[in-house]
C-alpha cells in the first residue's frame, strides 16, 4: 500500500484536487488509486490517531484503517490519497510563539505510523502568508488580529523553518516530501492530479484544466479546450507551456489582480511579505529531500 497525504496548507486549493480525482474514478481504478471520501475515514484517522498518541498502529487498528478508506473502492487498492487542510493544524493553531505551523513537523511520523511500514508520501501546497493570514483570520470571526499573530510581526512569519523541519521528520520516517506554490496551482494542477494519484501522463482526466478555465476568458476556454484535444500534451512540461500560453493571451485581467489582504495593511507591507515569501521558496528548493514543482 501506499500512502498519499495531502496536508493543505489552509486557503490553498479548497478540496479542489481530492475532488477532481474522485470524480474521475475509471482512471484511478485502473491506477490501483483511491480518495476515499472524507466521510469514509476522517473520523477513523482522527480516533486511531488519538489513541495511538504517535506509535505504530497494531494490525488490528491498521485493518479497521484500510477497511473504512476502502470502503465504496470499485476495484483493488494499492495507493490511497488523504486531503485534509486541519492535518497540520487547526485554523486557531497554524501560528503559535514558535511561528507558522508550529507543530507542523510533529503531526507526520504519526501519520506515518497509521500504516507502519508502507510507503509514505507527504504533499503541501505553500502559499504567500501574506493571503494565509488573512485567510486564517476570516476563518476566526471576533478574534483580534494581533492576538492571532501571537506577537509575530507578519513578516516575520516563514515557510522555511517550517518544512526544514518538516523535511528533517519525513527523512526519518522514509517519506517524501512535494511542494508547490498555491499561486502557481493553476498551471501545476493537472500535474499534481497525476503525481498525487500515480496517474499515467496520457490519463484524460475530467476538470484538469478548471482552474486555468476560472481564470480566462470565455473564448480562450473554447480554444484552449479544441487545443488540447486535439493536441494532446505528452509530458508536464508541454502541458504546462501550453497552459501558460492561453493563459497569457486569455486571462481575464480582474482575476490576475489580488486586493490587499486586510484592511489596513500598506502596499509595502504586502511587497514586504511578498519578498520574504519567494526567498523562502528559493531556500527551501535547495533542501536536502524537498521536491518543489515549479511551472
Same mark, same amino acid.
Given at each position: 500500500?501506499?500512502?498519499?497525504?495531502?496536508?493543505?496548507?489552509?486557503?490553498?486549493?479548497?478540496?479542489?484536487?481530492?475532488?477532481?480525482?474522485?470524480?474521475?474514478?475509471?482512471?484511478?481504478?485502473?491506477?490501483?488509486?483511491?480518495?476515499?471520501?472524507?466521510?469514509?475515514?476522517?473520523?477513523?484517522?482522527?480516533?486511531?490517531?488519538?489513541?495511538?498518541?504517535?506509535?505504530?498502529?497494531?494490525?488490528?487498528?491498521?485493518?479497521?484503517?484500510?477497511?473504512?478508506?476502502?470502503?465504496?473502492?470499485?476495484?483493488?487498492?494499492?495507493?490511497?490519497?488523504?486531503?485534509?487542510?486541519?492535518?497540520?493544524?487547526?485554523?486557531?493553531?497554524?501560528?503559535?510563539?514558535?511561528?507558522?505551523?508550529?507543530?507542523?513537523?510533529?503531526?507526520?511520523?504519526?501519520?506515518?505510523?497509521?500504516?507502519?511500514?508502507?510507503?509514505?508520501?507527504?504533499?503541501?501546497?505553500?502559499?504567500?502568508?501574506?493571503?494565509?493570514?488573512?485567510?486564517?483570520?476570516?476563518?476566526?470571526?471576533?478574534?483580534?488580529?494581533?492576538?492571532? +499573530?501571537?506577537?509575530?510581526? @507578519? *513578516?516575520? &512569519? %516563514?515557510?522555511?523553518?517550517?518544512?526544514?523541519?518538516? $523535511?528533517?521528520? #519525513? /527523512?526519518?520516517?522514509?517519506?517524501?516530501?512535494?511542494?508547490?506554490?498555491?499561486?502557481? +496551482?493553476?498551471?501545476?494542477? @493537472? *500535474?499534481? &492530479? %497525476?503525481?498525487?494519484?500515480?496517474?499515467?501522463?496520457? $490519463?484524460?482526466? #475530467? /476538470?484538469?484544466?478548471?482552474?486555468?478555465?476560472?481564470?480566462?476568458?470565455?473564448?480562450?476556454?473554447?480554444?484552449?479546450?479544441?487545443?488540447?484535444?486535439?493536441?494532446?500534451?505528452?509530458?508536464?512540461?508541454?502541458?504546462?507551456?501550453?497552459?501558460?500560453?492561453?493563459?497569457?493571451?486569455?486571462?481575464?485581467?480582474?482575476?490576475?489582480?489580488?486586493?490587499?489582504?486586510?484592511?489596513?495593511?500598506?502596499?509595502?507591507?504586502?511587497?514586504?511579505?511578498?519578498?520574504?515569501?519567494?526567498?523562502?521558496?528559493?531556500?527551501?528548493?535547495?533542501?536536502?529531500?524537498?521536491?518543489?514543482?515549479?511551472?
Amino acid at each position: 500500500m501506499h500512502l498519499v497525504f495531502h496536508l493543505g496548507a489552509h486557503a490553498t486549493d479548497e478540496e479542489r484536487l481530492i475532488r477532481t480525482l474522485a470524480a474521475n474514478p475509471e482512471a484511478m481504478a485502473s491506477a490501483a488509486s483511491h480518495a476515499p471520501a472524507p466521510g469514509a475515514y476522517r473520523k477513523a484517522l482522527r480516533e486511531a490517531l488519538i489513541a495511538l498518541k504517535g506509535r505504530p498502529a497494531d494490525p488490528e487498528t491498521q485493518k479497521t484503517l484500510r477497511d473504512a478508506c476502502t470502503t465504496g473502492a470499485p476495484g483493488p487498492v494499492a495507493r490511497l490519497v488523504f486531503s485534509y487542510e486541519n492535518f497540520l493544524a487547526l485554523p486557531d493553531r497554524a501560528i503559535g510563539p514558535a511561528g507558522l505551523y508550529p507543530a507542523a513537523a510533529d503531526k507526520l511520523a504519526p501519520l506515518a505510523n497509521l500504516f507502519p511500514g508502507e510507503t509514505v508520501a507527504f504533499h503541501l501546497g505553500l502559499i504567500n502568508p501574506a493571503v494565509l493570514i488573512a485567510a486564517l483570520h476570516a476563518r476566526q470571526p471576533g478574534r483580534d488580529l494581533d492576538d492571532m +499573530l501571537a506577537g509575530h510581526a @507578519p *513578516e516575520a &512569519l %516563514r515557510w522555511g523553518p517550517v518544512i526544514a523541519r518538516m $523535511a528533517e521528520v #519525513a /527523512g526519518r520516517c522514509g517519506a517524501t516530501l512535494t511542494l508547490w506554490c498555491n499561486e502557481d +496551482l493553476p498551471l501545476l494542477f @493537472p *500535474e499534481l &492530479l %497525476r503525481s498525487l494519484a500515480d496517474l499515467p501522463e496520457e $490519463a484524460v482526466l #475530467a /476538470g484538469e484544466l478548471a482552474l486555468v478555465e476560472d481564470l480566462m476568458e470565455l473564448e480562450g476556454v473554447k480554444r484552449l479546450r479544441a487545443y488540447v484535444a486535439n493536441h494532446p500534451p505528452l509530458s508536464a512540461e508541454q502541458r504546462r507551456k501550453v497552459l501558460r500560453a492561453f493563459l497569457e493571451k486569455f486571462a481575464r485581467p480582474e482575476a490576475m489582480e489580488a486586493d490587499l489582504p486586510l484592511p489596513g495593511w500598506t502596499e509595502a507591507l504586502v511587497a514586504r511579505i511578498g519578498a520574504a515569501y519567494e526567498e523562502d521558496v528559493a531556500l527551501i528548493a535547495q533542501m536536502p529531500g524537498v521536491t518543489v514543482l515549479r511551472p
